[in-house]
C-alpha cells in the first residue's frame, strides 16, 4: 500500500483544514488508517485511527470535538477534517496503514510521506 498525503497549509486559529490520505492497491479497504503528528522538536504522536470500516473511530483527548476523520472506500481515500485550528495543531501531519486497529505507531507499516499544517496565532 503506498500513501499519499495532502491538504495541508497556512491558516489562521480558528479555522479549518481537511487532509487527504489516498492510496493505492486494492487492499486498501481491509487496513485501518491512522493520522500521526510531529511538531518540531518533538516526539511523533498519535492522533486519530479509522478502522477498515469506518464504524470505529478515536482521536487524542485535546483534537476530540475539533477533527474528523472519515474514509471513503470507494475512492481509497481516508480524510481528516479539522476545525477550531489551534497554534498547538501545527505540525508535520502523516497518515498511515495498518492491519491493526491501533494508536500505537509501530503497528503501522505504511507510510505516507506527510503535510504541513501551520496554524498561526
Known amino acids: 500500500v503506498q500513501l499519499q498525503a495532502s491538504g495541508g497549509g497556512l491558516v489562521q486559529a480558528g479555522g479549518s483544514l481537511r487532509l487527504s490520505c489516498a492510496a493505492s492497491g486494492r487492499t486498501f479497504s481491509s487496513y485501518a488508517v491512522g493520522w500521526f503528528r510531529q511538531a518540531p522538536g518533538k516526539e511523533r504522536e498519535f492522533v486519530t485511527a479509522?478502522?477498515?470500516?469506518?464504524?470505529?473511530?478515536s482521536y487524542i483527548e485535546s483534537v476530540k470535538g475539533r477533527f474528523t476523520i472519515s474514509r471513503d472506500n470507494a475512492k481509497n481515500t481516508v480524510y481528516l477534517q479539522m476545525k477550531s485550528l489551534k497554534p498547538e495543531d501545527t505540525a508535520v501531519y502523516y497518515c498511515?496503514?495498518?492491519?491493526?486497529?491501533?494508536?500505537?505507531?509501530?503497528?503501522?507499516?505504511?507510510w505516507g510521506q506527510g503535510t504541513q499544517v501551520t496554524v498561526s496565532s
Open positions: 498511515a496503514a495498518s492491519t491493526y486497529y491501533s494508536g500505537n505507531s509501530v503497528r503501522y507499516n505504511y
Open positions: 479509522i478502522n477498515w470500516s469506518g464504524d470505529s473511530t
